[in-house]
C-alpha cells in the first residue's frame, strides 16, 4: 500500500511517521506550503522551524520528503472563504473548510492519486463497515476532531488514514518523548488551519478595514461602548469587547447598522436556544435515515468540544432541523453543526447553521 502522510512539523503529525514505519509501510512524506509568511497579520514565520523539522524526521525514518505549494488552492479556498463570511456577520470555520479543500482536496488532486492512502495526525478514525467507509470518532474524546473533518466527502473518506485514531495524547506526546522527536515539546498550535501564529483581527482586517458602531444592551437599548466592526464579534463571545462590570456576552448583531448587542451575567437567557436549523447540508457516507416523520434520535455538536448534545433530527425541504434535549448557548449562524449517530461513534456529516435575521428590540 502505498501512503503520503501529511506532516506539518507538530507533534501529532510527526508521530505518524514512526507509526507507519512500525506497521511496515514506507510512507512519502509531503509538507504543505501555503507562502502567506509575508502577509500582514502574520507574527511569525513558522514554516521554516516546520521545513526542519519535517527534514529531521524525513531523514531519521528514510522517507522520501516533497514540500509542495498549494498558496493559490488555500487563497481561493480557506481565505476567501472566511473573509467573505466575515463580511456577511457570520462565524467561519476555515479550519473545516481546510480538511475538506486543501488536505484531502487539493492535495489528493494535484499530489495524492498515486497513493492508496493519505495520513494525517488527525485524532480521527475510519471504519468500514458492509463495504461502506465511516468517519468514526478517535479513543481521545477530548481531542477527538472529527468536528473539523465532518465536511469532507465519502472520496476523500476513503482514501483517508488516521494512525493515531487508537492513542490518547499523552500517549503521543510520551511516544514523541521516548523517540527524540525534536516536535516532542511543541505546544498544540492555536491558529488556524496552516496558519499557525497569526493576529486574527489584524488578518481580517486587512481585507475589512473598520467602521465604528455602537455595542447596546439586549435588555435596556443603553449604549454601553463602541466597537471596530461587527465582523471582529462572533455570538457567544464575551473577551475583547472592553466592557466594565461584565462578564457581557455578544448575543446578536445588526448588521445593516453595525450594531453589537450584548446582555450581562453569566446565563444570559438571550445566550441559549433548543433549535438549530442547518442549510447546505452534506452527508459523507450517504443519508442512514429514510423516516424523519417523529424526527430521528442524535448527537451532535456546534463547535469543537469534547461533550455531545443528545437532540432530534427532522428534514425541512432541502434543510434540517435539530430540537435538542437541552438548551445550548452560543449557537453562532456561519457554523457548522456536525451531527454522529445516537451512540456517538459515527460522524454522519454537516451543514452550516443558518443566519435567521437579528430583531432587534426597541430602544428604551
Known amino acids: ?11 501529532d503529525s510527526s508521530v505518524i511517521v514512526p507509526l507507519l514505519k512500525e506497521q511496515g509501510y514506507d510512507p ?3 509538507y504543505i506550503k501555503i507562502g502567506m509568511e509575508d502577509k500582514p497579520g502574520f507574527m511569525d514565520c513558522p514554516s521554516e522551524e516546520d521545513i526542519e523539522i519535517v527534514t529531521w524526521i524525513a531523514k531519521r525514518y528514510g522517507c522520501r520528503l516533497e514540500i509542495v505549494d498549494l498558496h493559490r488552492e488555500y487563497w481561493d479556498r480557506v481565505v476567501d472563504y472566511t473573509i467573505s463570511t466575515v463580511k456577511k456577520g457570520l462565524t467561519p470555520n476555515p479550519d473545516v473548510m481546510c480538511n475538506r479543500f486543501i488536505k484531502f482536496g487539493s492535495f489528493e488532486d494535484r499530489f495524492g492519486k498515486d497513493f492508496d492512502k493519505i495520513a494525517t495526525g488527525h485524532y480521527a478514525d475510519v471504519i468500514l463497515e458492509n463495504d461502506q467507509y465511516w468517519l468514526h470518532t478517535a479513543k481521545d474524546h477530548v481531542k477527538d476532531q472529527t468536528y473539523f473533518l465532518g465536511r469532507i466527502t465519502y472520496h476523500q473518506l476513503s482514501k483517508a488514514m488516521f494512525p493515531l485514531a487508537g492513542m490518547l495524547k499523552r500517549e503521543v506526546r510520551e511516544m514523541a518523548e521516548r523517540l ?10 492555536q491558529g488556524i488551519c496552516f496558519l499557525g501564529k497569526i493576529n486574527y483581527s489584524q488578518f481580517i482586517r486587512q481585507f475589512t478595514g473598520e ?11 443603553r449604549i454601553l461602548g463602541h466597537h471596530s466592526g461587527y465582523w471582529f464579534h462572533t455570538i457567544g463571545q464575551r473577551k475583547g469587547l472592553g466592557l ?6 455578544v448575543v446578536g448583531k445588526d448588521t445593516e447598522e453595525n450594531v453589537l448587542y450584548v446582555s450581562k451575567g453569566y446565563d444570559p437567557e438571550s445566550q441559549y436556544s433548543t433549535e438549530v436549523k442547518l442549510e447546505d447540508f452534506l452527508f459523507i457516507s450517504g443519508d442512514p435515515y429514510r423516516d424523519y416523520s417523529n424526527g430521528v434520535e442524535i448527537a451532535f455538536k456546534i463547535r469543537h468540544t469534547p461533550e455531545f448534545t ?3 433530527l427532522w428534514k425541512e425541504g432541502d434543510r434540517y432541523r435539530i430540537r435538542s434535549a437541552k438548551r445550548i448557548a452560543g449557537v453562532a449562524p456561519g457554523q ?5 449517530d445516537a451512540e456517538k461513534g459515527k460522524c454522519l ?4 447553521i443558518a443566519n435567521p435575521k437579528f430583531q432587534a428590540p426597541n430602544s428604551k
Open 28 to 30: 512519502v512524506i509531503f
Open 336 to 340: 457548522f453543526g456536525v451531527i454522529y
Open 349 to 352: 456529516g454537516s451543514g452550516v
Open 310 to 312: 443528545s437532540g432530534l
Open 211 to 221: 467602521k465604528q458602531g455602537a455595542i447596546v444592551e439586549l435588555e435596556t437599548g
Open 244 to 249: 466594565a462590570q461584565g462578564p457581557w456576552f
Open 180 to 189: 527524540n522527536l525534536p516536535s516532542a515539546h511543541r505546544r498544540d498550535s
Open 1 to 11: 500500500m502505498t501512503i503520503a502522510a501529511l506532516v506539518s512539523g507538530g507533534v
